[in-house]
């Protein structure tokens, strides 16, 4: 089997693995993330693809999809849970802003290693640093939505 | 410009219309809720679907990127369970619930097939008619199962709240 399948089948493996970290009382939170970012993830990653602007020459769904099923659809929705999960809420600014960067910073080095060396992901049109900030901002507009999701109904 | 256009671009205006029209405000993160799970469960089963032949759709979004409908999955169909969710009633009895249900996905799956035979938007290879209703029945039960168990615990959901 190549390089690539394993990956994918690690990758699987891993976000199962973090799914057991999301503590049992934050599960409807973490739903929310996690099906929020999916709706951001799926329109963004055809819209990149339509515009060849980044292609995945190993994939699920080859013959129907041309986008990363794996890591659109369960991989980053899977992140973001966590991110949300484990947000740092009651702390201060600037711990809440490394927290964006650290989980911004981790995500962008792996999909920059992933693009160097194996097929999974090929650059195009495409740099680190656009990834780095549709990446923070996805992460941002998913907490945005959370908030507002479990806030106090106003009436 | 194609007729097929024009249906796609109607299946977007009618639904934000009648997603702002017909979930109240109250009701607008059940609302919301609703169309996410559907729409992660139309993703799922329609990429199998598509892939081993049971439908296809010749006129679509992003043809380059996906042989999926975007319109289909991603927006109509979670509008359509969103109202369909949010206005059923909970206390009625077994046999107004069922009826509800069975009209509900009598009526899309007729749409369904509408667009398959008349428009090139859809095209069903293995798939029939009632192929089709059984499809959007299971996607309907499925989701339905998992929004109820969502909202199942109105406490829980308010501890939540708090964390946030």
Request: glycine residues 4%.
């Amino acid at each position: 089997m190549r390089i690539e399948w394993w990956l994918l089948l690690s990758v699987y493996a891993l976000s199962t693995g973090i799914l057991f970290l999301i503590p049992k009382n934050k599960i409807r939170l973490a739903t929310v993330a996690f099906l929020f970012k999916q709706i951001i993830t799926f329109l963004i990653g055809l819209v990149v693809v339509e515009l060849e602007l980044l292609e995945y020459p190993v994939r699920l769904f080859a013959s129907i999809n041309r986008t990363s099923f794996t890591y659109e659809y369960y991989a980053f929705p899977v992140t973001c849970a966590i991110f949300t999960v484990w947000y740092p809420h009651n702390r201060r600014i600037f711990i809440k802003l490394g927290y964006y960067i650290t989980f911004t910073s981790i995500l962008t080095l792996g999909e920059v290693i992933i693009e160097k060396n194996t097929d999974l992901i090929k650059y195009i049109h495409w740099e680190w640093y656009i990834s780095w900030i549709t990446i923070c901002l996805s992460f941002y507009l998913t907490r945005t939505f959370c908030t507002w999701f479990f806030a106090k109904p106003e009436d | 410009m194609k007729i097929e256009y024009f249906i796609l671009a109607a299946m977007w205006i009618f639904g934000f219309i009648s997603f702002i029209l017909f979930i109240p405000r109250k009701e607008r993160r059940k609302g919301f809720l609703a169309l996410m799970i559907f729409q992660a469960f139309i993703w799922l089963c329609d990429m199998p679907s598509f892939k081993y032949g049971l439908l296809s759709a010749p006129v679509r979004e992003f043809p380059k990127a996906t042989d999926l409908s975007i319109t289909i999955n991603y927006f109509f169909y979670p509008v359509m369970f969103s109202i369909f969710y949010v206005k059923r009633r909970v206390r009625g009895s077994a046999w107004a619930r069922f009826k509800y249900f069975f009209v509900w996905i009598s009526v899309l799956t007729l749409f369904d097939i509408g667009i398959e035979r008349y428009t090139d938007l859809l095209e069903y290879g293995y798939l029939t008619w009632y192929g089709m209703w059984i499809y959007i029945g299971l996607l309907f039960c499925v989701s339905q199962v998992c929004c109820n168990w969502f909202f199942k615990d109105k406490a829980f959901f308010q501890a939540e709240r708090r964390e946030t």
